[in-house]
């Protein structure tokens, strides 16, 4: 009885409670979760274009760290940084640059000098005006002896950025650098008029990047509320217009799973990185929608080459030839992306399809093993030469679903041709420490990279990068490190890309990896959402021009 | 008495030090590191080994050990490596009040709903209501948090929308304690299940053990009705042992909050430990390690301490 009373009890006070709850968000017309019901039934006539007001709660699974962009190293941030901060150029839907604070840039004849004007009328979110100054000081602190982030190295081509008056900036390169224009003139600009009287050491820990960070971009810092959540607001003198929306709430969840019980609730309105896997799950709730498109990257099984198995490019060309791409994207991905072929995603100028292709072809993969000396001589079902099997792991990281599906799915396709592939699974940070510099402790590996949007692949594939840098499977071909290095001196679009046609050829021909496949993105929005624009890269690509439909 | 006290808060210093000795090593030993998680592109080798140089994470483990208890015993608990610049302690006490409200709450919540169970069922020993307390007890033992927390959400969050997913408040709005209580029920009530079956059979059998003393025969004898022996004479010394145990409750409060606030998004230590080791974020990790063993042997030393005072059998 008395058990009874107690949950009548509790059932009625949650009643009220929520009740109460309800009447306090309900006059919130603009709230998505409160919308999709009436969607677009009586307003329609008022309804035809943007409107202004409405709260976006966006969720993540990342926490930022710290909102200054020459000290952030992870996605959260940057995110957040991208409401805060603007850049002289940006990049449109197809990567090509673009105007941003800057009016125009101009590049000297033999493109070691670059001229930037500004664009006039800019203000910071304090009042101030956007001059020259701040390009020059945001430059100028990567290039200081003090600095101790870890972006020095988008700078190192440059050699000196100097006024030339209020609103033209002149940046000098000490060696030619393709790069230059669409990677490092996008880095957003810091207010000077704030920071400099802090020394540079000090940068890095000023309270400015985490408590009050000021920014010429379209939203104002708020709150930031460690391990809850950031909010911005509207700035109403963005210069390119005041944003429609009046704040963004950038909330931060503990995985995935919370993610998505927190869409189903209404709780987030707006997530990216939503797994393939669970977006069938996501369209099934009411009130959202999802934008889906390829994203720009590519996910891989990389050899190390130090292990003598991997040393012949045949027998990768093999390896290549016994997995069935096809079937992974369709069965363990649900069709969920696009068969690799090259290093580079279709979306980038650069891509060429014109490359060496390994399809699958289990005889294929047989006949080129047997080349290669390997043949099934104690009849166990795996291929031995020299008295020494045909047998290795293939390490991948813990937490993503499909990578850890595709480690299974190679031991079986790969035992069709008499290879052993075990699969290991290991946590992140320590899977990373495993195979890269000075470790390199792993066979092979399934893992993925995230393009940037200026192709290049020195970093990952030049001979350079194999003893610290990213070239971790220890990847040599003295005619494509040749071929990059001559790219990177290239400036005009057309030559690089023949340039690059190149190198994918020859990158697809020595298979240092086995490209698997180019995934797609999904990203989840409330149904009424206008002014949306699928960009690959960006999550959050002119968000200045959402609005929410009433 | 007070020597007794004495003698046990020196005896936690060695305590205390072991714990912070293995804890920083296991930490150490353990693969990974915080730049390797800076696999980008964009981010040159140097720059990595100068992240590392300049936190001193080359440094040979003693070394390291040796510089941060130097520091901590100065008060100083550094800074962490991924929130640059921020204090460990300023990221800890942000978080603190949240999972001490946690921890109090579902303490009071599994105290109201147990020892009034814990008697019931002494009172009438294998009678159709005791035998329900018991297995409503096992069942909450034996269903592990995560799952219960994830029950809950389902239902009452996500299906029925009665309790919020998560969180400590609704984002967006303005302060109201109904909210805030509103966000702390499932929580709590998660948190304090486990520990409630517990404290339920220990109520039970001290209760049991109570009712047989010859003193509540006599007090029987003298006229009292049922209802005063068994709260004013029998409940009071059958709580004895009962109330000890809270002490030794904490360290499990804190355990269990790692789980419970990482399924309803609660923003406090729990939370802060998880994310920091999957970051590897060494200071804040020591930090959380010292404050959390502070806890337990603070727990343990008022557990004795009640039984020496409730119980005079007991003797120092």
Known sequence: MKLRKASWLLISLTLILSIFLTACTGNQAEDPKETPGDDGTKEEEQASGPQQGGDLIIGSTGAPTVFNPLYSTDTSSSDIEGFIYDSLVSSDTEFNPTMSMAESIDISEDGLTFTAKLKKGIKWHDGEEFTADDVVFTFSIPKNPDYNGERGSAFEAMESVTKVDDYTVEFKLSKKDASFYPVSLSYFILPEHILKDVPVAELGEHEFNTKSPIGTGPFKFVEWKDGEYVKVEAFDDYFKGRPYLDTLTYKIVPDMDAMIAQIQAGDIHFAAGVPGTDIETVKSFPGVKVESGLGLSYTYLGYNQKNDLFKDKKVRQAITHAIDREAIVSSVMNGDGKVAHVPESPLSFAYNEDVPKFEFDVEKAKSLLAEAGWKDSDGDGILDKDGKKFSFTVKTNQGNKVREDIVVVLQEQLKEVGIEAKPEIVEWSAFIEQISAPNWNYDALVLGWSLSTFPDQYDIFHTSQMEEGLNFVWYSNPEADKLMEEAKQILDQDEYKAAYADIYKMLAEDQPYTFLYYPNVHRVMPANLEGYVFHAKDDFYDISKWWLKK | ?316
């Open chain 2, 1 to 316: 008495m007070l020597s007794y006290i004495i003698r046990r808060i020196l005896m936690a210093i060695p305590l205390l030090l072991g714990i912070t000795i293995v804890s920083f090593a296991i930490m150490k030993l353990a693969p990974g590191d915080p730049a390797s998680l800076m696999m980008d592109p964009t981010i040159s080798p140097e720059d990595k080994a100068r992240f590392m140089e300049r936190y001193g994470l080359n440094d040979p483990i003693h070394i390291q050990y040796l510089k941060w208890l130097g520091a901590m015993l100065q008060g100083d608990f550094g800074t962490s490596l991924i929130r640059k610049g921020v204090p460990v302690i300023e990221m800890i006490m942000n978080r603190m009040p949240n999972t001490i409200l946690l921890m109090v709450v579902s303490t009071l919540l599994a105290m109201l709903i147990s020892i009034p169970f814990g008697v019931i069922s002494a009172t009438r020993p294998y009678s159709k209501l005791d035998y329900t307390v018991t297995v409503t007890s096992f069942l909450g033992v034996a269903t592990p948090n995560f799952f219960l927390g994830l029950i809950l959400i389902m239902v009452f969050a996500v299906q029925n929308n009665l309790f919020p997913t998560g969180g400590v408040a609704t984002l967006n709005a303005p302060f109201s304690l109904w909210d805030r209580i509103h966000h702390l029920i499932m929580p709590a009530f998660v948190l304090a299940a486990a520990d409630m079956a517990g404290l339920t059979r220990y109520t039970r059998s001290s209760m049991m053990e109570v009712i047989k003393q010859d003193y509540m025969r006599t007090a029987r004898a003298k006229g009292f009705k049922e209802n005063k022996v068994i709260y004013k004479h029998g409940l009071r010394n059958g709580l004895i042992p009962v109330i000890t145990i809270f002490g030794l409750m904490i360290p499990s409060f804190i355990g269990g909050a790692v789980i419970v606030e990482k399924i309803f998004t609660w923003p406090g230590i729990g939370l802060l430990f998880v994310d920091s080791a999957f970051q590897r974020d060494y200071p804040v990790l020591m930090g959380l390690t010292v404050i959390s063993a502070v806890f337990v042997v603070i727990g343990n030393l008022i557990a004795d301490i009640l039984y020496a005072i409730f119980d005079p059998r007991i003797e120092y």
